[in-house]
């Protein structure tokens, strides 16, 4: 291991000067005259609507808004996609920045920028100057690092979703073991991520399925709490998009226009993979096997910076490629390589042009880019036309290979052929159900049975699993009819929990069958009552939901697993035959030490669900704190890994014995199409970011009750509830 990585280290402070790149009066002048032809005007819920004469102007005057709200998520979410927390965090952080390091390379997002069209390279200044422009009309924010934005940060990423890195299974985890020999359990920190209950929910209703005969679109990302506001931004150019957007993006990532609406779930189909090498030292120079012969093994130095007793050091990583990509781990004595596409110019386009699509043959135009790596997507138009695509860049392989493991790398027959075409992948468009959903789950229940058959399909474009929340979804989808905006939100905040229909029944069966002696009969007969009694709603008066969370998260993490790999179990079959098989001891001993540890922490096991599931908005830094001693709210909601579809995930924190959420629906909207959009939605406690804005929780209990506020789309609303008009810098 020593011999394959070489690492340099020295310290250095950094010099004062390279924290501050004063902007030159002929920027600030230049900036000065496009905010004149800019106008944001707040509505009374703080949510900016911006108007420019060009798309390059509401670009710039979307960024000046979002920085206003949140500057810090800004700046920390380029921060992660260009490798520099451990500059602000330490060594905690210094493997997931070389992680990212490996597979994002910012001198070719700088050569892709400047051999972009000129339209998308005006887009580019302007996101850029939107920023420098409110870092210099605001000079008492200090940035942490990033005191002058690049234009070609936007395309530091593939698709427009922040998060959006592919490397199959491997972890940071691997790469700190590759570079420092330590082990380390790479498999847990898989293990945790298949785990973590995250993705969306998208719902798309024909006009066969609405009373008004206009198709609806339901909107409900699942992500932290803070991680994304509502927007909404008009140019004279065509531009009129609303939505959401993660802090640092300048297009409307979900969302609609007055043609169309698109939101994304997150997608399990295979857009990268791990690769075997066979590598070897020969001549004193590093090879590896490739059809019968070998080729050298590259290398580039990759230099990173980490903050270290209030100094920063610089190390320098020695990091070995092969025509396959990086190397990213080793293995059982193999070296595994990643071929990806993490960062794209074409995924960048593709997220701006469908912001500007008219309706279903244009969005099918826009999907024909193939560069979305990260998402299926759930769509609808004003023509009543519904559809959904299951992930979109999709390589063609060979199907004799499980390209959810590492392939052999030796061997041609394991190259990408190409990519497919659109109309190759999974999909559907206007099935006969006139209904379509998707919960990241598989897409062969997306509409009952109009859906697309599993058989015709290579399983590694659509490995996803069914889980509760796809049960869930087709059920409240069938039952209805005549759908309304406010029926569809009702079905969207179903507090059905499905995954207890199969655990509950044979934790009762395993009771049933204890003697009358066994201690266990006595100490769980009221628990096990009240679970009996149970109709496996959630809601905030539920001691019951209370008991059965708890009971759960205590058992095999399989039930927990929502990503699957080709040829595994998905987590409703887990679950089928973890509660099919499991023993009294399996079952009962967990409902026990629940029961014990409620008593312990509240002085009884009857607690409502609402008493220890709180919301707590008390802080806008990004090391988030909770207090049991301040203010919070009840929430009713509890995970979407138990089939809940208005996802609310919670815990205890140091300090705290209620759990408090911190994952879930955050920017919920439901849209009618038709000659006029109609529109509602609802944020995650607020727009702004400010803990001393009025709109930092302003949506808080709205969010707990599911109280919806109505979408303020055209100019002439707008002006009715206007809270504040201005330009940039006034």
């Keep these: 291991m020593r011999q394959f990585i070489r690492l340099f280290l020295s310290v250095l402070a950094v010099p004062a000067i390279l924290k501050s790149q004063p902007f030159s009066q002929s920027e600030v002048n230049h900036w000065k005259q496009q ?39 800004v700046e920390m979410n380029y921060l992660e996609k260009l490798g520099r927390k451990a500059e602000i965090y330490g060594e905690k952080e210094l493997y997931n920045d070389l992680y990212v390091r490996m ?24 996101y850029a100057d939107g920023i420098n422009y409110y870092l210099y009309t605001h000079q008492q924010v200090k940035p942490l690092l990033l005191y002058r934005f690049k234009p070609w940060y936007p395309l530091l990423w593939t698709d427009g979703s922040i998060g959006a890195i592919s490397t199959g299974n491997i972890t940071p985890q691997d790469v700190k073991q590759l570079f420092t020999g ?10 945790q991520k298949q785990e973590t209950p995250d993705g969306s929910n998208g719902f798309a209703l024909a006009p066969s399925k609405t009373e008004s005969g206009k198709a609806i679109l ?26 959401a957007v993660t802090w640092g993006q300048f297009f409307v990532y979900q969302g609609f226009n007055e043609h169309c609406g ?25 090879v590896y096997h490739y059809q019968g012969s070998t080729r050298p093994v590259t290398a580039k130095k990759v230099l990173m910076r980490v903050k270290e007793n209030n100094q920063v050091s610089t190390k320098t990583f020695l990091v070995r490629f092969t025509h396959h990509g990086p190397i990213m781990a080793k293995r059982n004595g193999k070296y595994l390589t990643v071929r990806g596409n993490n960062r794209s110019m074409t995924g960048l386009i593709q997220s701006w042009q469908r912001t500007k699509a008219k309706g279903l ?42 390209w959810s493991k590492a392939v052999d790398g030796t061997t041609a027959d394991t190259e990408w052929k190409g990519l497919h075409k659109v109309s190759e992948t999974v999909h559907v468009i206007n099935p006969a159900t006139g209904w379509i959903q998707n919960c990241n789950s598989t897409p062969f229940t997306v509409s009952g049975n109009a859906s697309p058959a599993k058989s015709k399909y290579p399983t590694y474009m659509a490995p996803d699993g069914e889980n509760f929340r796809g049960l869930n979804a087709v059920r409240v989808l069938q039952r209805e009819n005549k759908f309304t905006i406010d029926k569809m939100i009702a079905a969207g905040y179903d507090n059905y929990l499905s995954a207890f229909e199969i655990l509950v029944p044979a934790l009762l069966q395993r009771y049933a069958q204890l003697p009358a002696t066994d201690s266990l009969y006595s100490q769980l007969a009221e628990p096990v009552a009240k679970l009996k009694t149970w ?56 409902l026990a030490e629940t029961v014990a540890d409620l008593n312990k922490k509240f002085g009884t096991w009857e607690v409502p669900w609402g008493g220890i599931n709180r919301m707590q908005r008390i802080s ?17 909601f509890a995970s979407a890994t138990w089939g809940m579809l208005p996802s609310y995930n919670s815990r205890s924190y140091p300090g705290t014995i209620k759990r408090y959420g911190y994952h879930g629906n955050s920017f919920v909207c439901a849209v009618e199409f038709g000659n006029k959009v109609h529109a509602k939605s609802l944020l995650a406690g607020g727009n702004s970011g400010d803990m001393l804005s009025p709109h930092f929780a302003d949506q808080l209990d709205m969010y707990a009750n599911g109280r919806f506020k109505d979408v303020l789309f055209y100019k002439e609303d707008v002006l009715k509830q206007t809270e504040r008009s201005y330009h940039p810098g006034q």
């Excluded at 539920?542 to 697993?561: D, F, G």
Aim: proline content about 4%.
């Design 35 to 73: 905010a004149k032809h800019v106008t944001i005007i707040r509505d009374t819920w703080g949510i900016p609507h911006v108007y420019g004469k060009t798309d390059a102007d509401a670009v710039f005057g979307l960024m000046y808004a979002q920085c206003e709200d949140d500057f810090a998520r």
């Design 103 to 126: 597979i994002i390379d910012s001198a070719a997002a700088v050569a892709d920028y400047n051999k972009a069209p000129a339209w998308l390279r005006k887009l580019l200044v302007s």
């Design 182 to 191: 330590e082990p380390t359990a790479w498999q847990q920190a898989w293990q």
């Design 218 to 243: 339901y909107i409900n990302p699942h992500t932290t709490f803070y991680f994304r506001p509502e927007v909404h931004m008009v140019s004279e150019e065509g531009l009129n998009a609303y939505g």
């Design 262 to 286: 698109w939101m994304h779930t997150s997608s399990n189909a295979d857009v990268s993979d791990m690769y075997a090498e066979k590598v070897e030292t020969k001549d004193g120079k590093m």
């Design 361 to 402: 043959e244009d969005y099918k135009k826009v999907m024909d880019l193939k560069a979305n790596t990260s998402n299926n997507t759930v769509f609808a138009d004003r023509n009543g036309n519904i559809a959904y695509w299951h992930g979109n860049f999709m390589p063609i392989r060979n199907t004799a290979y499980n």
């Design 535 to 590: 109709d496996y709603r959630s809601d905030v008066y539920s001691v019951a939901t209370t008991v059965a969370v708890h009971w759960a998260e205590r058992m095999a993490p399989e039930l927990r697993k929502i990503y699957v790999d080709q040829g595994e179990n998905d987590q409703v079959q887990h679950t089928r035959l973890f509660a099919a098989s499991s023993s009294a001891e399996t079952l009962l001993k967990p």
């Design 620 to 636: 806008n830094s990004p090391e988030l704190t909770y207090d049991d001693n301040l203010p919070s709210t009840s929430v009713g």
